[in-house]
């Protein structure tokens, strides 16, 4: 071959291959303006089509670039950086900082978030803020909640044609920390998320369905995950006063200025509120929560949060709807008036994140939780005792001791470019003096129900793979959970500890399609469970003890335009047994199997940059399969639900929020001759800044109204005048019109 001919050819060869030839790796670190790690950004080549995502610390590693590639480097909620690639980017660590900015539904981009949907939830948060422990929880599209004891007890949740009570079939976490309590003594899996103060919370993470490896105990219906901030953009506080003696006041102080390696805050609420009732709630309730974090060499990010809450109050109770249409109360009136308790949770939650190498992360908390509960209740009035009624007494005291660690590796099983994830953890509940007893104007104790000491443990260990082929992401999973419960009884005479082990396995199957960069579906199947409370284990000998749910969902998140967004997702949810420890009554009520099918539809909308609007609508077919037709029924399951409203975000200093919630009318028992009616009710608020640091605020709860039942029950009770029992809707009634000013300050 002449030498002149070789020469050409070569050249030839190394000039259209030279882009693969001398393709390389970029390292590079993300970081917000104070110089701290930003997590989940997007990195994408627009030339090779690579793409990353940032690691804890903040870090990525992107492969096959080459000189004069463009790289898109951004995360919602932050102005996107655009790099062309240099020699030096392939030779040096590439450092970029993203500069904070508002939220815009049209900047999203449907497959660059590492969960879509949670990223929805994300434009919510920032559309439309929190200032209201109540308020966390709606911001889960399609979850209805209502309070029913004078606003110091755990909310009765709704999702899914789900009466979940306070959480059997939701599970809860705050920074790692889980808010469902086991063999609770006031029902299994009772949540109480009053220790979050609304402010602190960064964001949302949720799931529907039994569908993740990392989530056990309780997650049958979905999963919510609150995230507290690492750092406060300025100190502030706050005071508001309205109707019904109410007043909040809210303290937020950053103790190190933003600092580049170490951010520290601390936050107090306390609250006071008498309610609309007859009888004075007499509610008052303080938050205190400080959380501190440093980053470490390598950006090791080392955090410690503290935190205590202690609550009391007042309450008239689920009142008969014989007794206001008699005239005998009015609807804010009380049978028994001496209903109540107090609470208090104390948290000590440390967490570590860190890059063991370059494509595996590690993730990790322990945390230390004290936690007491008294509550006096009377749902039956004089059904039981004539003389004296029947109010109850329910009181625990508890500590848990928590671990949860994970790690994450990016690798390649063959040429599919894999993400394994794997973690194992241990919760261990200790919770003494569990007692239900018979009591008298809440200070006298007629006789034991229920007394004893409940020791719990649950160990777990899982397993997800994220294969990415081409535009598919195929993601199987599986779960190992093992429980012991252990049960003294001290109202027998002789000592003797009742103890049960389970193991059970929960495998899992999750398949996306992203068809576009604005259009992803997805198939999710999967199988979760609920425990049970110990108190029942051991009486029922191992029998019904974590019960499953088989799940599947069809459905899609997609951006039609730029100012648009679309959810919607086809399920089913099959329980080999529908129950619930019910503490009120000491006893516990299977009811067999259950199936629901449901659809739910999201859309969101922003017509301006000022202008947001979303709604979420979820329509439920939920029925016992082991009872007749027309027997059937799932007592307050939800069929049909809608919930969303219009935002006003920052125009010239003027910032609003209409938000509406409707739930139709639902079966109170099992054959339906009992209806829980529905409500639609509609809340304001309104903000103006006066300056950078002053702005007024108002606030109008059911802005029209209307009368409403937030929470119902079908109950059999006998007044005293009466000879006989009457079972018939028993309800809370809904917060009439409401109105409250407040004003914030910004330093």
């Known amino acids: 071959m002449p030498p002149t001919y070789k020469f050409f050819k070569n050249f030839i060869i190394l000039f259209f291959l030279s ?3 001398f393709a390389q790796n970029i390292k590079g670190v993300v970081s917000n303006q104070n110089g701290q790690p930003i997590e989940h950004v997007y990195v994408y080549n627009t030339n090779s089509s690579s793409h990353a995502h940032t690691l ?40 970029v900082t993203l500069i904070a900015k508002s939220i815009l539904l049209d900047e999203l981009v449907i497959t660059e978030q590492v969960n879509a949907l949670n990223s929805v939830a994300k434009v919510d948060l920032e559309t439309s803020p929190v200032n209201s422990s109540q308020e966390v929880l709606r911001k889960v599209p399609g979850l209805i909640i209502g309070q029913h004891a004078g606003g110091g007890k755990a909310e009765q949740i709704f999702l899914r044609g ?44 949720f799931g529907k369905g039994p569908y993740y490896a990392n989530k056990g105990d309780f997650n049958t219906a979905g999963y919510v995950d609150f995230n507290t901030k690492d ?8 005071f508001s006063l309205g109707q019904f003696n109410s007043m909040r006041t809210l303290g937020m102080f950053d103790l190190l200025n933003n600092s580049k390696n170490s951010n520290a805050y601390v936050a107090l609420e306390h609250i006071q509120f008498d309610g609309p009732y007859d009888s004075p709630q007499n509610f008052n309730r303080l938050n205190i929560f400080g959380k501190y974090n440093t980053y470490l060499q390598g950006n090791d990010r080392l955090s410690l949060s503290v935190s205590h809450f202690t609550s009391r109050w007042d309450a008239s109770g689920q009142i008969p709807q014989r007794a206001v249409d008699g005239g005998l109360i009015s609807r804010f009136g009380a049978i028994d008036d001496t209903e109540g308790g107090t609470t208090s949770r104390s948290n000590v939650n440390l967490s570590y994140d860190a890059i063991l190498k370059d494509d595996l992360q590690f993730k990790s908390n322990v945390f230390y939780t004290k936690y007491d509960f008294e509550l006096y209740s009377n749902f039956t009035f004089f059904l039981d005792d004539s003389t004296n009624g029947d109010q109850i007494k329910q009181h625990e005291s508890r500590s848990i001791f928590g671990l949860n660690t994970k790690f994450i590796k990016d690798t390649f099983v063959g040429d599919v470019e894999t993400t394994l994830s794997s973690g194992f953890g241990l919760r261990h509940d200790v919770v003494n003096d569990v007692e239900l007893s018979h009591t008298l104007n809440r200070n006298e ?42 049960y003294n009884d001290d109202l027998v005479t ?22 576009t960069k604005n259009l992803q579906w997805f198939l999710k199947s999967g199988i979760g469970f609920h425990s049970n409370d110990s108190r029942v284990v051991v009486q029922q000998n191992a029998k019904d003890i974590l019960p499953k749910a088989y799940g599947s969902d069809f459905g899609l998140v997609w951006k039609p335009t730029p100012k648009m967004v679309v959810n919607s997702a086809l ?15 000491g006893i516990v009520e299977p009811s067999g199997k259950s199936e629901r099918l449901g659809i739910d539809l999201g859309v969101r909308y922003q017509f301006t940059d000022w202008l947001y609007f979303d709604t979420d609508a979820t329509y439920t077919h939920a029925r016992s399969t082991e009872e007749p037709s027309g027997a059937d029924y799932i007592p307050l399951a939800p069929d049909f639900t809608l919930t969303g409203g219009l935002a006003i975000n920052d125009l010239n200093g003027f910032s609003a929020g209409l938000r509406y919630r409707y739930i139709d009318d639902r079966p109170a028992n099992e054959d339906n001759s009992i209806v829980a ?22 606030a109008i709860e059911n802005l029209f109204d209307v009368e409403w039942n937030e929470t119902q029950f079908a109950t059999e009770s006998r007044l005293q005048s009466e000879p006989n029992p009457v079972e018939e809707i028993h309800f809370t009634p809904g917060t009439p019109f409401f109105v409250k000013g407040s004003v914030i300050y910004k330093f």
């Open 19 to 21: 882009p693969i030839l």
């Open 445 to 486: 104790t007629l006789n034991y129900l229920a007394l004893g000491n409940v020791n719990q443990t649950n160990m777990f260990g899982f397993l997800n793979a994220d294969f990415e082929l081409g535009k598919f992401v195929i993601s199987p999973a599986l779960r190992l959970d093992y429980f012991k419960f252990m």
């Open 677 to 698: 009616e529905g409500y639609f009710v509609t809340d304001l608020n309104a903000n103006f800044k006066l300056n950078n640091n002053v702005t007024l605020g108002l």
């Open 231 to 238: 750092h406060l953009k300025n100190s502030k506080v706050s």
């Open 162 to 205: 789900f009466d979940i009570d306070h959480g059997t079939d939701v599970s809860l976490v705050v920074d790692g920390m889980s808010v469902n309590m086991v063999s609770h003594a006031h029902g299994q899996g009772y949540s109480d998320l009053h220790f979050v103060i609304p402010e602190t919370i960064n964001n949302i993470n």
């Open 571 to 585: 399920w089913y949810l099959f329980l080999e047994q529908e129950f619930v420890y019910v503490g009120d009554a």
């Open 56 to 95: 804890s610390n903040g870090t990525f590693i992107l492969e096959n670039n080459s000189i004069g590639d463009t790289l898109n480097i951004g995360l919602l909620g932050y102005e996107k950086a655009i790099v062309v690639v240099t020699d030096k980017h392939l030779k040096e660590e590439l450092k």
């Open 494 to 515: 002789s000592y003797e500890t009742q103890a049960e082990t389970k193991t059970t396995l929960s495998p899992k199957l999750n398949v996306f399609f992203n068809q």
